[in-house]
């Protein structure tokens, strides 16, 4: 199947989406630090006003808050930025939620360099490690649009805490609308035979962007998107690279932590096997646009082509 997109949207309106929908679940009551129209959480407050909870600028009692009320039945999602949804409320994450494993849904808008020119103190590039390593936190980074908010309706449905994650700029949609999500299950985008590439959040589409012009070279390249990395997909990794050798693992993250570290270390144990990481190399970011870092930190579609090349070079 070939994807095209005709229409681009950020995915934190795919999570706004999502809420507003969830509105009609009466035990679903959602928490926002002072940022109500950055996590687009008008729809829900319009549908269920009396469910919201604006706790302003503190985090930390927010994911108190959201703790509590699971202990009584509902299903809290909170709502701030990626940086502060992380970092700064880490230890009440780790202590009020994942040690007791409480049913909280942990989203996260703004994620990665792609917030652009807010600079370096708020493109978080480091969260999905830290989440990744509570133990039982599922953690969720969908890819477009589409796929964030059929993520947003599917982490109703599941009994534990999650991190979803996704961003603020306006990317192609391209995922089907009516494509299931299953939790912990990668989907197999493109067949192919050289070279795997999985790739998770924005990364996806650029993979595939790199995909098509790799095909131009005569270089067959099957594209995974691992939306979560948190149960990891682990059979559907290991059938492709019994076929093509070779892995490139493609995130806006810190290649230490991420998701590479994740494939890196399922394929030690299973299945040793060259990979090459597209991500960033171990640094803070800077403000410039979306485009401009991406280029510039080595996490867009020309990088991903030049891992293939790299691999099937060797």
Request: negative net charge.
């Amino acid at each position: 199947m070939k994807y095209t997109y005709t229409d681009k949207k950020d995915t934190r309106s795919g999570f706004g989406a999502g809420l507003a929908q969830l509105a009609e679940n009466p035990n679903v009551v959602a928490l926002c630090a002072d940022l109500i129209g950055s996590l687009k959480m008008e729809g829900f407050i319009e549908k269920a006003p009396e469910r919201f909870f604006q706790v302003g600028i503190a985090e930390a009692n927010m994911m108190g808050i959201a703790a509590g009320l699971a202990i009584n039945g509902k299903i809290p999602f909170t709502g701030t930025f990626a940086n502060f949804s992380t970092s700064r409320v880490y230890d009440q994450i780790r202590q009020s939620i994942a040690y007791s494993g409480k049913n909280v849904k942990i989203c996260a808008s703004h994620a990665g360099l792609t917030l652009g020119e807010d600079g370096a103190t708020h493109q978080v590039l480091e969260d999905i490690g830290m989440m990744k390593m509570l133990p039982g936190m599922t953690v969720i980074n969908p890819c477009d649009f589409n796929q964030t908010k059929a993520a947003t309706l599917a982490i109703a449905d599941f009994d534990g805490p999650v991190y979803l994650r996704f961003g603020r700029p306006a990317v192609p949609v391209f995922i089907p609308e009516d494509m299931p999500f299953e939790i912990g299950k990668g989907i197999l985008l493109q067949e192919g035979t050289d070279v795997t590439i999985v790739a998770t959040g924005h990364l996806v589409w650029e993979s595939l962007v790199a995909a098509e012009e790799l095909a131009k070279d005569g270089i067959s390249c099957e594209v995974i998107n691992i939306h979560t990395i948190k149960p990891l997909d682990e059979e559907i990794i290991l059938k492709s690279v019994e076929k093509t050798n070779c892995i490139v693992t493609a995130e806006e993250h810190n290649f230490l932590g991420g998701l590479g570290e994740s494939v890196a270390g399922m394929l030690a144990r299973k299945r040793p096997t060259r990979q090459e990481f597209v991500a960033v190399n171990d640094t803070f970011g800077e403000s410039a646009t979306p485009a401009e870092l991406m280029r510039k930190y080595g996490i867009d579609s020309v990088a991903v082509t030049e891992a293939v090349k790299r691999l099937v070079k060797n």
